[in-house]
């Protein structure tokens, strides 16, 4: 099993949509990251939980909504996205929020239509 | 601020051979973290390697070094005797010690041929 899973792997919307991103991790560990990844360009850290609470946000638009529950699970509710917001969203834990590597799972690439 | 550059958009290496991948950063804090991550065309962002600011030898994994040269601010991985599985695009990452985000460079697509 490994260790971030993301769901679902692809999703297509249309802009008045809501949808939600699921993504859970099964390493024990206690922060977790969001992250977007447009085409030719760098991933941009979206935001970031530690014990469930939420440490940063990347000056991001509002349509996008994180929600951590547990250290386990962290969802990213979507609603009337832009086109501009297609891009492979990426999930990530760590151990704590220190200078240990970040475990990525596979990602949501998400489309606007 | 913080900052990471790649300046290879793009890399050919001869299956079995060696290729060095650039990475260059910008940072006023002492303590700091290197990181490279692989991701194929699939998507998924795989770590390979790790280095600290403060760590005295260059890191090693497996096929995997990086020549770390700290007073000119480089952090290149090698990848040595490369195969046709490391096709792929290479981030370089940043992180500060005190918990800061992980800024990452603009990628390397690297293609190795047979």
């Known amino acids: 099993e490994t260790g971030v899973t993301q769901t679902p792997r692809h999703l297509v919307m249309g802009m008045t949509n809501k949808k939600s991103l699921k993504c859970e991790q099964h390493?024990?560990?206690?922060?977790m990251y969001w992250y977007k990844q447009s085409a030719k360009k760098p991933l941009e850290l979206m935001f970031v939980?530690?014990?469930?609470?939420?440490?940063e946000n990347n000056s991001v638009p509002s349509r996008f909504s994180p929600e951590c529950p547990n250290s386990s699970h962290l969802f990213l509710h979507l609603h009337t996205l832009q086109p501009e917001d297609s891009a492979l969203y990426l999930c990530?834990?760590?151990?704590?929020?220190?200078?240990?590597?970040?475990?990525f799972g596979d990602g949501t690439r998400l489309s606007i239509l | 601020a913080q900052k990471i550059t790649q300046t290879q958009p793009g890399m050919f290496v001869q299956e079995k051979e060696a290729v060095t991948l650039d990475c260059t950063y910008d940072t006023s804090d002492p303590s700091y973290g290197l990181f490279w991550y692989k991701q194929p065309s699939s998507g998924e962002m795989i770590f390979l390697i790790y280095?600290?600011?403060?760590?005295?030898q260059n890191a090693t994994e497996g096929r995997y070094s990086l020549n770390f040269q700290k007073a000119r601010k480089s952090a290149n991985l090698v990848i040595s005797a490369s195969q046709l599985g490391d096709s792929a695009m290479y981030f370089c990452a940043m992180r500060d010690n005190q918990g800061g985000k992980l800024i990452f460079g603009q990628g390397t697509e690297l293609s190795v041929k047979p």
């Open positions: 280095q600290g600011s403060y760590d005295q």
């Open positions: 939980y530690n014990f469930k609470e939420q440490t």
């Open positions: 990530a834990s760590s151990p704590q929020l220190s200078n240990q590597p970040q475990h």
């Open positions: 390493l024990g560990h206690n922060a």
